[in-house]
């Protein structure tokens, strides 16, 4: 029996001694779930080489996920299967290219794995609802619904679901885990006692594997495919341990009746920093993943294991909204998003270190609006890889520019080791849109990428280059291109290419600092919207009024004059200015 008495504490395998609980388990033929291409398969072509054999039966229907955006996942059947299982044929030819290969990187970085995937989609033991369910009526869409509620054992492996989950009624997922925890019943799921292992889910009604108010879920090299709204999911926050490993998500058709995000649904979403997340991969979603903080037990959160997945072909790769930062650091390991619309977008984040994350032609490689750490924190990013192309013979990058829009807050975002290539002509880093704050880099590599930075705009920001990889000066800095920092000195260089509308400044003992040097609460208040005339010996140039602070952001070299008068009739009553942040100023 459990403890008892005053104090008495329960274990993860305590159970509830007051409850009976059911069973269902459904075990279908093994069957390899998914693959990889080991070679790239051609349109027209009608065998495809893989990573693993399979045994799958002929006749069978099979996808190979997309390697491009804007095309589709092909379906085929198997016609044949050679070489003990590696190499398969299909029934008809490919329409598109699937890439089979590993990405080499010229220098520094191992290589990425950008190999389309190839998935079984039928098994020996089909669970799915009636034929009615697909006609007009009032069993439209109302499918079946496999589960363990508040305990019980629940284990299926190797069985096929479709026409499941029941599309308006919420809480009636395809396969769904509820409130095991908090009923008491670990005992019924920790260590394997119940699992969804190597399952297909497709054309679902609602989602694909739901996990909720339970821990220690195990959901493990399952394919969904089509199904409506996120596909893989951890409901309200405080689910814990959940394990999601191995499993890939194709093409999550959106669903207009559920949450309000389920429109652009993703192949994983969760409520927090929660779950361990590993070697999966997303394949035509609109979300690869998604985290929707969730108000309390989700916002509290934090510890996320988060290793080796990929998103291919998405409209986002990672995608954190609305914003949200994990109350203690969290450390994601390698993630590879190719060919998605944007990488990784976080609208306000911090506590996060990102390890070898590689954005490869895609729209935009990384979106962050503003950055909740401090100068202390570690870096947001640790060896990044950039990859404007994978086409060694090209001469233009097949990504969106510019690659970087770092946050627009203060001048605490650093990122620790970043390896560019093939971006040629494409300006890579720009950051600070609505703010001349300061981002730092050290320890960047450059590959067959001659445009570093753009400082196109009114506001672009202030780059740090601490170690001198981006600049040529160690402490060497990018600014916006004015004519007030022209020093005749020459500590200033307009005119280099690598800096699209910048300014590079620097001094070859690393002594130079150019800060941010903000006008703000100006008085009389005519003058705001008025643009400011700043003057120094080396010339005079305008600085636009910045609507989002209420003031002025001055690109300032440390240590010399600048004469700062409105472009109005008025003059100033009176005045406040900024110095950067004196704890960077300090210290940096």
Not at 70 to 77: D, F, H, I, P, S
Not at 217 to 236: C, D, I, L, M, Q
Not at 358 to 383: K, Q, S
């Amino acid at each position: 029996p459990p403890p008892s008495g005053p104090g008495a504490a329960r274990t993860a395998a305590d159970p509830c001694p007051a409850r009976s609980v059911g069973r269902l388990e459904l075990q279908g033929a093994p069957r390899r779930p998914w693959t990889r291409l080991v070679r790239t398969a051609a349109p027209g072509e009608s065998a495809l080489h893989l990573a693993e054999p399979v045994d799958w039966p002929i006749g069978a229907e099979i996808l190979v996920t997309q390697s491009a955006a804007g095309e589709r996942e092909e379906l085929r059947r198997v016609a044949a299967i050679e070489d003990d299982g590696l190499t398969l044929r299909i029934d008809a030819p490919l329409a598109n290219e699937h890439l089979g290969v590993w990405h080499w990187h010229d220098e520094g970085a191992a290589p990425s794995d950008l190999r389309a995937a190839v998935a079984l989609l039928e098994r020996n033991v089909v669970v799915q609802a009636g034929d009615e369910s697909m006609r007009a009526g009032g069993a439209f869409q109302f499918g079946v619904h496999t589960g363990g509620f508040h305990g019980g054992v629940f284990r299926l492996r190797n069985v096929q679901l479709t026409r499941s989950g029941q599309a308006g009624n919420f809480g009636r997922y395809s396969s769904h885990w509820h409130h095991y925890t908090m009923a008491g019943r670990n005992i019924d799921i920790i260590n394997g006692a119940s699992y969804l292992k190597d399952n297909v889910y497709r054309d679902t009604f609602q989602r694909a594997v739901v996990v909720h108010g339970t821990d220690y879920a195990t959901v493990t090299g399952n394919v969904a495919y089509r199904a409506k709204g996120h596909n893989f999911f951890t409901e309200e926050g405080p689910e814990r341990y959940a394990l999601f490993e191995g499993n890939l998500a194709v093409a999550a058709v959106p669903h207009p009746i559920l949450l309000g995000d389920d429109s652009t649904p993703a192949g994983f979403w969760i409520p927090g920093f929660t779950g361990w997340h590993r070697h999966n991969l997303a394949v035509g979603c609109a979300n690869g993943w998604k985290l929707n903080v969730q108000a309390g037990a989700g916002a509290r959160q934090s510890g996320m294991d988060f290793h080796n997945n990929s998103a291919h072909a998405c409209g986002f790769g990672w995608r954190l909204f609305p914003p949200h930062q994990p109350p203690t650091p969290n450390v994601f390991g390698t993630f590879v998003a190719f060919r998605c619309s944007t990488c990784m977008f976080y609208y306000s984040s911090g506590n996060i270190n990102h390890l070898d994350h590689r954005f490869i032609e895609c729209g935009r490689a990384v979106h962050l609006n503003h950055y909740m750490n401090g100068l202390h924190a570690a870096p947001f990013f640790t060896d990044l890889v950039l990859v404007g192309s994978i086409d060694p013979s090209a001469r233009s990058a097949n990504a969106g520019s510019p690659a970087i829009h770092s946050p627009k807050d203060d001048e605490h975002w650093l990122v620790s080791g970043m390896h560019v290539s093939n971006y040629h002509d494409s300006a890579v880093l720009f950051g600070c849109f609505q703010t001349a704050c300061t981002m730092r880099y050290e320890r960047t590599v450059w590959v067959n990428s001659t445009r570093r930075t753009t400082s196109t705009g009114p506001l672009s920001g202030i780059f740090h280059d601490l170690d001198g990889t981006l600049t040529g000066f160690p402490n060497g800095w990018v600014s916006g291109d004015k004519a007030f920092n022209h020093w005749e000195d020459g500590v200033c260089i307009a005119g280099d290419s690598r800096f699209v509308d910048g300014l590079a400044c620097g001094l070859a003992d690393g002594s130079l600092r150019l800060r941010r040097l903000f006008v703000h609460d100006a008085e009389p208040w005519q003058l705001d919207g008025k643009d400011l005339l700043v003057t120094t010996p080396a010339g005079t140039d305008r600085v636009a009024f910045d609507t989002k602070t209420f003031g002025w952001h001055v690109y300032a070299i440390a240590n010399r004059s600048y004469e700062l008068e409105p472009d109005d009739a008025n003059s100033w009553q009176s005045m406040a200015t900024m110095y950067s942040h004196w704890n960077y100023v300090f210290e940096t």
